[in-house]
């Protein structure tokens, strides 16, 4: 962790921070155990190891994971109108169930996340959210998480209610440079999944990638750097 990554906010007027992985290891900590008691829970009868979860991440949304699992293990029941429905259902007790494991407090916000953020509010540059996770998922984390760190609320938010196609397609990218009213191109987005540098690559938005548990081996070709950690980012303010 010896590299030093600095941000020049005069070419840069807003940072946006994807959330599952790169604030926090939602992932591996928070939506993996709760997808499995809602199996258990519901009846599905379904496991997913750390392995698994590792081959879904591919796919972004927790419901459209659900469906490739299913088409994986040819359980086509789970596929009909009434499995669907019952996978919908299943994946709203799964939030619930993510909700009740961040607001035990044991799931840490990244090392140095809160320093640059600060820095960032510091320097008059506004930041923001850019998920396709629920919009749930994401108030959760702020309350528990955010609230009390002295941060203002996000300048802008956009999760996957907000959009008809889910990352790598760049429409929650694009949604947000459209609400803060500036380019793609003048932002920055920091995610730690190939599938958020595609999103942010297809309309030409820098992306700082910082490596989460489940994509530390994965190819991040034309990012504008890769992190092991948020500690490793300097926000340099203009003169």
Known sequence: MSITWSLDLSRCRAVLFDVDGTLAETERDGHLPAFNQAFEQTGLGWHWTPQDYAWLLKTTGGYERMQVWARHIGDEQ????????????????????????????????????????????????????VTTTSRGNWDVLWVNSFRDSGLRDPAVIVCGEDVAHKKPDPEAYQLAADRLGIQPSDCLAVEDSPNGLKAAQAIGMPCLVVKSFYFEQADFTGACQVLDSHSQVRVCAPA
Not at 94 to 100: F, G, I, P, S, T
Not at 107 to 117: C, E, I, T, V
């Open 78 to 129: 789970a596929l009909s109108t009434d499995g669907l429905d019952r996978l919908r259902q299943a994946h709203q007790l799964k939030n619930r169930l993510y909700a009740q494991i961040v607001q035990t407090g044991e799931l840490p916000l990244r090392q140095g996340l809160l320093a640059w953020m600060a820095d960032l509010e510091k320097a008059g540059c506004p930041w923001g959210v």
